[in-house]
T-cell receptor, first 116, second 109 residues
Framework: ETGVTQTPRHLVMGMTNKKSLKCEQH?????MYWYKQSAKKPLELMFV???????ENNSVPSRFSPECPNSSHLFLHLHTLQPEDSALYLC???????????????FGAGSRLTVL | GQNIDQPTEMTATEGAIVQINCTYQ??????LFWYQQHAGEAPTFLSY??LDGLEEKGRFSSFLSRSKGYSYLLLKELQMKDSASYLC??????????WGAGTKLIIKP
């Protein structure tokens, strides 16, 4: 256990479904991140929240909608996804935003998403 | 554009030594990270280099040469549990993390 918990671990959904991924951290961190990990590709940063404010949105399609109700919880709401969105979605947290010191990221184990 | 290159896959023998290379071309440099990711698990932090030289941490060492845009991760006395993917990431001048695609390390008995 890393201190960052993601649920569900596996999710299969149709293109017309609406689902949500959840991330919870128990580390007292104040920044949280969503990454997309596809096979043999670099991690893609999707969203960053620092002190519950969204500070990064890397041109992610609007079918992905993040929500950060407090510094310990992060959601990724999914709506009308495409098959190419199938990937591992990783949540991470850190003490600060990306500009702070070594700023080591602590990751969750990910949610494996399959879009049919 | 910004780019991180690392080998896609490497194979090594239990008990041996392996070196995983990472070369980078980024807009500025504010540190280089190595993470380990076992299949189906979270990436976990291994090392952070911001100055040139070698950082040793038990069986694992990480080296950085900023002038060459080069780093390596050295794993000694390989164990079967070291079979994993190793991710190299560089923080650029905007403090954005640029990631490599990862190196899958296979350890054989």
């Amino acid at each position: 256990e890393t201190g960052v918990t993601q649920t569900p671990r596996h999710l299969v959904m149709g293109m017309t479904n609406k689902k949500s991924l959840k991330c919870e951290q128990h580390l007292g961190h104040n920044a949280m991140y969503w990454y997309k990990q596809s096979a043999k590709k670099p991690l893609e940063l999707m969203f960053v929240y620092s002190l519950e404010e969204r500070v990064e949105n890397n041109s992610v399609p609007s079918r992905f909608s993040p929500e950060c109700p407090n510094s310990s919880h992060l959601f990724l709401h999914l709506h009308t996804l495409q098959p190419e969105d199938s990937a591992l979605y990783l949540c991470a947290s850190s003490h600060g935003g990306e500009e702070t010191g070594a700023n080591v990221l602590t990751f969750g184990a990910g949610s494996r998403l399959t879009v049919l | 554009g910004q780019n991180i290159d690392q080998p896609t896959e490497m194979t090594a023998t239990e008990g041996a030594i392996v070196q995983i290379n990472c070369t980078y071309q980024t807009s500025g440099f504010n540190g280089l990270f190595w993470y380990q990711q076992h299949a189906g698990e979270a990436p976990t932090f291994l090392s952070y280099n911001v100055l040139d030289g070698l950082e040793e941490k038990g069986r694992f060492s990480s080296f950085l040469s900023r002038s060459k845009g080069y780093s390596y991760l050295l794993l000694k006395e390989l164990q079967m549990k070291d079979s994993a993917s190793y991710l190299c990431a560089v923080r650029d001048s905007n403090y954005q993390l640029i990631w490599g695609a990862g190196t899958k390390l296979i350890i054989k008995p």
